[in-house]
């Protein structure tokens, strides 16, 4: 993989982790056009390195929160922070089950079926033209909700359901407050990454020999800088509900992929 090839998967994933338009999806459809010569396929090595990234563009954007949440732990009482804390776990629970129990079978999805994905995107601009649509409250996520907004965070593991449209768009058809809704979705998925990451290291799966170490760089700071970028851009727009540019542009690509499916 060279340089060139780094920087633009690293653009796609950070911009793809937030933006609600699915990177898997999006992924898949590139192969398909350009060929699966193309595109350089990503290693698993890669693949960690561009989710680590994401990871931590999280982390810088929601800095005071982790810290707040953290600092409020550590007062081992039962305060606001431990309870979001619950919640985020519980949001976990759907997505590690159907990861631990069904990777491979997920994985036989990614296969280059286009019109699966031309379908989920669909799906994905209805979530999002519905949720543009719901009134704005005040309502926080309760422990129920985290549940719901977990499903449809491990639902998301289809190509071309976006995760970060999913999950966010759940939330505020539960009735909980936009920017609420999309800084749960951002921070929920955080300890998810690193349990992947943890995972793939402890299996034994990833080797460093034969990488190129600039390539690999390179594309950890295209990731980083453009997911920081989409994360709080994300922010802006669910509270000022601009979600239905995603909905409308989800949908084209949808038919789209949905054509291609059937005539190539």
């Known amino acids: ?8 998967l690293g653009i ?51 800095r005071k929160d982790i810290f707040d949440i953290i600092k409020g732990i550590f007062k081992f009482e039962w305060n606001e922070e431990l309870k979001f804390s619950i919640k985020i776990l519980i949001s976990m629970i759907p997505a590690a089950l159907i990861g631990y129990f069904f990777e491979e079978q997920l994985g036989m999805l990614f ?29 926080p996520v309760s422990n129920t909700n985290a549940f719901v907004i977990g499903v449809s965070q491990a639902i998301a593991m289809l190509p071309g359901i976006s995760r970060s449209g999913a999950t966010i768009s759940t939330s505020v058809l539960l009735g909980n407050d936009k920017s609420k809704a999309a800084r749960f979705s951002f921070l929920m998925v955080v300890p998810l990454i690193f349990g992947k990451i943890a995972k793939d290291i402890l299996s034994g799966e990833l080797s460093f020999e034969g990488h190129n170490a600039p390539a ?35 949908f084209v690509v949808g038919l789209i992929a949905i054509v291609l499916g059937y005539y190539y």
């Open 216 to 250: 690999l760089g390179i594309g950890f700071l295209a990731a980083f800088i453009s997911g920081i970028l989409a994360c709080t851009w994300m922010i802006k727009l669910v509270k000022n509900s601009k979600l239905i540019y995603f909905a409308i542009y989800c």
């Open 12 to 62: 796609i994933q950070g911009l793809t982790e937030f933006l609600p338009v699915s990177s898997s999806g999006h992924l898949e459809l590139g192969k398909a056009i350009l060929g699966d010569n193309s595109l350089p396929q990503e290693s698993l090595l890669f693949t960690v390195v561009l989710h680590f990234a994401t990871a931590l563009s999280t982390m810088v954007v929601f």
């Open 1 to 8: 993989m060279d340089v060139i090839d780094a920087i633009i």
């Open 111 to 139: 296969n280059g079926n286009i019109l699966l994905v031309g379908f989920m995107l669909i799906v994905t601009a209805l979530l999002l033209y519905l949720a543009d649509k719901a009134k704005n409250t005040g309502k």
